[in-house]
Structures are given as C-alpha cells and as structure tokens.
C-alpha cells in the first residue's frame, strides 16, 4: 500500500496506467485516494462492527484534499463511538423529510394529506428545508399568536396541532442505535403551558326549515349535477365530505340498493354500510347514467375535490348560509327530531358505540337502517314525517 502527504498538488500528479491504485494518507491511514484510469477518489476504509468498511468521500478532481481529510476523521470518530456513517445524520431530519417519512409510514387520507400541506407550505415553508428542530417554542408561539390575532382562532389551533403530530412522530421515529431519541421535546406543549390554545367551540349550525325549501329549489335546478348530486347526498345521508366525494362504483351496489364507506374513509376508521332511501337510489341511478370513471362524483383528475366556489355560488344567489358540515348537522337535527333512539342516531352517522356497554353488544344490519333513513329524508324534503 502505498502512503504519501495527501496534498492538492500531489493528487493532481498522480497517474494510472494499469490496474487502479489506492494510496493512503501518511496523517491519517484511514483516507485513500483510489487511482483509476477515469477519475481519482477520496475514501474512507476502516473496520467496522466487525467487518472491513470502505465509504466513498468524493471525486477527487472537485474536492480539497483538506476537505477530504476533516471528512474522513469526522466518519472515523463516528466508527470508533459505535455509530455508522453509511446511515443518514436523523439530528438533522428536515421538517420536509419528517413529513415525506409521515405519509409514508402513517395511513393518511387525502384530505389530511391537503390539510398538513396547507399548514407547512403556507406557515412553515421557511422550515422545510431546515433541521426539525429549528422549530422552536418561540417560532411556534409567533405562527399560533399571528393566526389567533387575525381572527383565525380554530385555524390556529388546526395549525399548531398538525406541527405537534409531525414532531411527535419524529421523536418516535428517529433514534440513535442505543435508542436515545434524536429529536427533543414537542415545542408545541408550550402552548398548554403558557395556556396559548384558544378555546375550541364547536359549531351549533344547520339549515332551518325556512331555509331549506329555498336551497333545495337551487340544488335541483343547478346544471352542474356533480355537484348538486354531491350536495344533495351530504344532506339525506350525513355523510362527511371526503366520505361521499371518494365513494367509488365498487362501493355502490344498486340492485341490493347499498353504498358502503371503506374504512380507510371513514374518522373512526369503521366500515359504514347504508341502504338507499328513495331520494338516494335516484342520486345513484342518474350518476350511473353519467358515468366518466371510476368515482361516482367525477372531477377532473379522478373524483371531486374543490366544491368551494360553487357553495360560494349558491350562498350568494340563495342568501342561505352553509357549509357541508351543517348539511350533517341538518341531518342529525332532523333525526333527532323524530325521536330516533340514541343507539341508531349514532349508527346512521357512524358514530361508535362501543364505548357504552349495551351499545357494544348492539348488530346492525344496513336494512334495519332503511325506515328511519326514509323518515329523516321524507322530513327534509317534505317537512313531514314520512311514518305519519
């Protein structure tokens, strides 16, 4: 093995003829130079967990040998504390990196997937590119409080929780070999410390009954039928937005008259099967009509994502003002009404009831869940009680 001061100038002279060589460095044996025909590169070679180890520092032509020197002691320093420098720097995770890792080891739906893109482009964009943990108790109180004093309260806390779950899962995730975590503590908990979190209130509205004639009249007479279907079936069902947006035809069977929600759709993660109310199977029967694809509710790159400007539309032609959540709303207030026992309110809107002893031992089959369906329609659209 031959060995020389691994100055700039002395690299440059080196010349293969043959066989390509290596030459270590006399100040530290551990860096080499390997000579090809090609190209000369800089490498690090030492014993490692028992095996020999060579790493490849970089082209020799484009790199100080300086540079390739400190390169190679940091690596060796690193194989002489029991670490491998073959492995990523984890301390130094971007938020961007912690997020891709996120989607790709977390089942995220769509939309969550929209919301946490919405927080980190347009609230930490500067930090995606930088180590997580340049996100401070400092830079998340400054995001929090900027929000909360524009009038954003809700969307604050929607923020600030989304960076909390990345942190949390990088914490999780990203540990030395003796499995010290490499990400500190979650800077979001200041918030509660500093008792920051702004209240949250849950929203109490719905469409009322002199309300309802008039949007009804709208969505029938709308001609983008995508989204009056869509809209119309939010209402009669109570069905969340993303859960009827990517409802797909092998999740509709027409001739038993059934629509499924497959878990990975719903919020607690629990199938949800409904039979079809009149109203409804017609919804189906005239989008199986308009069939493009796939999706019942077609949009442009696959099945309807942005409805916004067109409730936008019909807010400001109507006067009635809505969002798809209290079209939920207005279905469990209807429902309600009627005197629908607890147990099946919870069922007809896939809330869980296993967390109540006599609700756990409760079967429900999608038939049993026709009549009171048909009486909640019948009393949207009609007013009246379909049972009466």
């Known amino acids: 093995m031959l060995r020389a001061n691994l100055t700039k100038t002395y690299v440059a002279g080196l010349e293969c003829s043959g066989k390509p060589y290596f030459v270590a460095d006399t100040d530290l044996p551990h ?157 979001v908990y200041c918030l509660k410390e500093r008792k920051l979190w702004y ?46 947006t990517t409802l797909k035809w092998s999740d509709v069977d027409l001739e038993r008259g059934l629509f499924s929600i497959r878990d990975w759709r719903t919020k607690n993660g629990d199938p949800h099967t409904m039979p079809m109310t009149p109203r409804v199977r017609q919804i189906f029967e005239n989008r199986a009509k308009r069939r493009v694809n796939g999706w019942v509710f077609p949009g442009e790159d696959g099945h309807i994502v942005n409805i916004r400007r067109h409730r936008d539309k019909i807010v400001k032609e109507t006067k009635v003002v809505f969002t798809t959540h209290d079209l939920s709303s207005t279905f469990i207030t209807a429902a309600e009404s009627l005197d629908i026992n607890s147990y099946l309110l919870k069922k007809l809107v896939n809330h869980r009831t296993d967390d109540d002893v006599t609700g756990g031992y409760i079967m429900w089959k999608p038939k049993r869940l026709l009549s009171p369906l048909t009486r909640i329609e019948s009393l949207i659209l009609t007013g009246e009680d379909g049972n009466k």
């Open 199 to 244: 209240r949250q209130t849950r929203r109490r509205t719905f469409l009322d009954d002199d309300q309802i004639p008039t949007w009804l009249a709208y969505i029938e007479g709308m001609e983008n039928r995508v989204v009056a279907d869509l809209y119309l079936l939010l209402l009669l069902t109570g069905l969340r937005r993303e859960e009827a």
């Open 31 to 187: 860096l080499m130079v390997r000579v090809g025909k090609a190209k000369k590169t800089f490498y690090v070679t030492r014993w490692f967990d028992g095996s020999p180890v060579q790493i490849r520092i970089g082209d020799a032509k484009h790199m100080n040998p300086a540079l390739a020197r400190s390169i190679a002691y940091e690596m060796v320093g690193k194989m002489s504390s029991g670490s491998d420098p073959r492995k990523p720097d984890r301390s130094k995770v971007t938020l961007r990196e912690v997020y891709e890792d996120f989607k790709k080891e977390r089942k995220v739906r769509p939309g969550t997937i929209r919301t946490y893109d919405s927080v980190l482009y347009n609230h930490y964009g500067e930090y995606l590119d930088k180590p997580i943990v340049h996100i401070t108790e400092e830079v998340v109180v400054a995001v929090h409080t900027k929000l909360g004093n524009n009038g954003q309260e809700q969307y604050a806390n929607q923020v600030s929780r989304t960076i909390r779950s990345l942190f949390n899962f990088a914490r999780a995730s990203y540990k030395t070999e003796d499995g010290k975590r490499l990400v500190g503590d979650n800077p």
